[in-house]
């Protein structure tokens, strides 16, 4: 017994020791300065205080902001602690100095000033604004710039390049033992001034004392019921439109909101809110910000240096980046529902075409049936290792949207309908139990013309940024060299992920010439950071 009461004393000063400790982050961008309208990259690295290298949670939270309002907001997925995320400044931030701040929810229950950040400069190019905080060739610059990084041991082939030619980086087994490593090359048309110091934060949020807790499997979104709370919803539920199922119930919590535990969800999604009444009313959920709404106390006005022309020349590449369509990337179909296979799965692009999915059921689906009830049609699921049907009717799910409406479903035009997934086994969901599960998948997986019943509402939502690819084009042969396809990169190349392995990192020079600058970062073994820099030159 006394042996048990210390282990357990023991635990509990980890625990407890763990809890005072809390997280240590480190930010990393892609550069300093940036015009409005451009692409922020920034990594973040997360690590327990007191158990370094681990991290639990698997989410941060990214805000760029001045003194009177957050401008962009942005969530990263953490995988062993690291991630990174592409955002978009918009092209209304007026010419200073704006204030990064990175957290996890865990660390909402520290104060404030305890967040990591930095300062970084954004320059409009297309608008003036009242609140431009900044001067313009001030020769002060050059005395309170830092003091100039140590000479970076990586080596480029050739000190100058020309346009659209293969620039090749050797020497990394020098940074072996190193960690956190992130490079960036980045043409140097703008010399800024950001201080030394950090001015403390303000929460802009008035938020009511909430006990964070640590985000270990996924991001958890929150919601609450719009308008007059009323009676407190039977169930809440979250479900995501597209191809791949993502199902999720709500938790109620002690204010009256809905916690909804997600996980593997990444990118911007159309999601569903559903709240079921138990007077049969339409309740109405919507999402809450996760954000912690945080501004710095004071700024100082930004000091500056740049080439006008270069300037000019960045900014046509911005405006162009936010023209030129983005290619998306391909995406492998998932059809696991809770981790479990479907017990039949129907491809109906293979099958002889019907009109209704009625039709389809009748003639070729196994284990379903249809019955009414009350003069209305439902879907019914034979019960897992017996030769009976359920007495309830199935949960049908469209586009991984719950669809109490089964006559809608079944007068559906089977045509635009490309797989069916079939499950047997007994589902809990909603408060509610189901015998079986029937996903309908269409070929644009968007949810069509379907629509939601009255006690759910869709919204678009953004969830964490999953490792995003950073652009970096081939031009290996003469005929993609010579492409009219315009390449106004400003940032060359940005891997914040480099294998301890790595012997050569290759990337190829833009259209844009000029002097270019390789910044190499991260932490030595003893934990303390390091900055290195090498430049080049891109001709005409």
Known sequence: MKRLTIFWNLCLLVLTGWAQSGELMRIYTDKECYLAGEELWVKVCVDDAALPGNSLSKVAYVEVADTAQVYVQGKVALDDGMGWACIRFPQTMHSGIYRLTAYTRYMRNLPAERFPGMDIAVLNTLQGSDSDAMVVGDTTLLASERQEQPSCRLVADRKSYGQRVRVTLTGWEHYAAMKELTLSVVRKDCRVCLPETLAPLVNGKSEEAEDFVVECEGHIVSGRVAGEAGDAPLSATLS??????????????????????????????????????????????????????????????????????????????????????????????????CNQLPTHSYNLDEYVRFNTVHECIIEFMLGLKVDRVDGVRVIRTMREGTKLFSDYKSLVLWDGIPVENHEAVLNYNARLVHYAHQYRNKFTFGGKTYDGVLSFITHRGNFGDMRVDEHSRMFSYEFPQNRPLFPMPEYAGNREAASRMPDYRHTLCWMPLIPADTRVVSFYTSDLPGDYVVVLRGLRPDGTSFEETLEFEVRR
Do not use: W
């Not at 809450?288 to 106390?297: D, E, G, N, V």
């Open 240 to 337: 995501c439109v597209g191809r791949e199922v993502y199902l999720y119930d709500g938790r109620r919590q002690p204010d009256g909101s809905y916690r909804f535990y997600t996980n593997d969800v990444y990118g911007r999604q159309d999601v569903v809110f559903s709240a079921e009444s138990p007077a049969d009313r339409p309740l109405h959920l919507e999402p809450l910000s996760p954000f912690a709404q945080l501004r710095p106390a004071r700024l100082p006005r930004l000091h500056c240096l740049y080439d006008e022309n270069e300037l000019v020349e960045r900014s046509i590449g911005m405006q162009l980046s936010c023209l030129l369509p983005e290619v998306p990337l391909p995406k492998e179909l998932s059809d696991l529902l």
